[in-house]
């Protein structure tokens, strides 16, 4: 099994970062517009579609709007891993912006080093987009 764990400040309020992320349908437009080119919902499972042709079936978890956390499986898509579990969370940063934290624990190991890729190229356009986000704590 590998694990992954990926950590970004962000110039934003958690409450406004939280509000992007929990809005688990809506990928493509607030979280990770370009590097997601599309989402959509079938039940409790969203089908991801990446700009590099990727698709991921993903199946939500949980939604902790306490701990303002997103817990989500791959079940299916265009990968294949035996097993799959990622969650994101937002913390409030010691300067008030938000901390997001990423993890991803997938088997085979080999899948690791794509997926790791992944997340990398994912976290920057996240930190961009959501720097870039209407902070509303300032309205």
Same mark, same amino acid.
Request: charged share 30%.
């Given at each position: 099994m590998a694990h992954i764990h990926k950590e970004?400040? =962000? &110039?934003?309020?958690?409450?406004n970062v939280?509000?992007?992320l929990r809005d688990v349908g809506a990928v493509h437009r607030r979280l990770a517009p370009g590097f997601v080119t599309d989402t959509r919902m079938e039940?409790?499972?969203?089908?991801?579609?990446?700009?590099n042709g990727f698709v991921a079936h993903e199946l939500?978890?949980? =939604? &902790?709007?306490?701990?303002?956390?997103?817990a989500y499986a791959v079940v299916g898509g265009s990968l294949a891993p035996k097993h799959h579990h990622a969650s994101m969370q937002v913390l409030t940063a010691t300067d008030g912006?938000?901390?997001?934290?990423w993890t991803v624990d997938v088997t085979p190991g080999e899948l690791a080093d794509s997926i790791r890729e992944m997340?990398?190229?994912?976290?920057?356009?996240m930190q961009d987009a959501l720097t870039a986000a209407p902070d509303r704590t300032d309205s």
């Open positions: 970004f400040l =962000i &110039d934003n309020s958690p409450e939280w509000e992007a039940a409790d499972t969203r089908i991801v579609t990446f700009a939500i978890v949980d =939604i &902790d709007d306490a701990a303002r956390r997103v912006g938000s901390r997001f934290v997340v990398e190229k994912g976290a920057h356009v």
